[in-house]
């Protein structure tokens, strides 16, 4: 069983910055993905950013230049940094890791991000 622990959410102005960071725990192959989507009241789950463990990203345009993923596989960590926050960057950000050679696919509880002032 895997489970994945996400933290770093929280309340901040436009044009701030948050760090998420998401532990992941258990039996996964090192062969992996690992995400942050968003879901905002209303709309549907969208990716934010992804990370393969060899480390090549992928981001969805509305973050580009704003937001950086990392991670640390030795760690089993992934984080999402986050700059130059707007409101519409408000939702609860879920932390994804997925096998590549498989369908293992597994999430985080969430974390709730507002930017307002």
């Known amino acids: 069983q895997v489970q994945l622990v996400e933290s770093g959410g929280g309340l901040v102005q436009p044009g701030g910055s948050l760090r998420l960071s998401c532990a992941a725990s258990?039996?996964?192959?090192?062969?992996?993905?690992m995400g942050w989507y968003r879901q905002a009241p209303g709309k549907q789950r969208e990716l934010v950013a992804d990370?393969?463990?060899?480390?090549?990203?992928n981001y969805a345009d509305s973050v580009k230049g704003r937001f950086s993923i990392s991670r640390e596989n030795a760690k089993n960590t992934v984080y999402l940094q986050m700059n130059s926050l707007k409101p519409e960057d408000t939702a609860v950000y879920l932390c994804?890791?997925?096998?590549?050679?498989?369908?293992?696919?597994?999430w985080g509880q969430g974390t709730q991000v507002t930017v307002s002032s």
């Open positions: 994804n890791i997925r096998v590549i050679y498989g369908t293992n696919n597994y």
């Open positions: 990370i393969t463990n060899s480390g090549s990203t």
């Open positions: 258990g039996s996964i192959s090192s062969i992996n993905i």
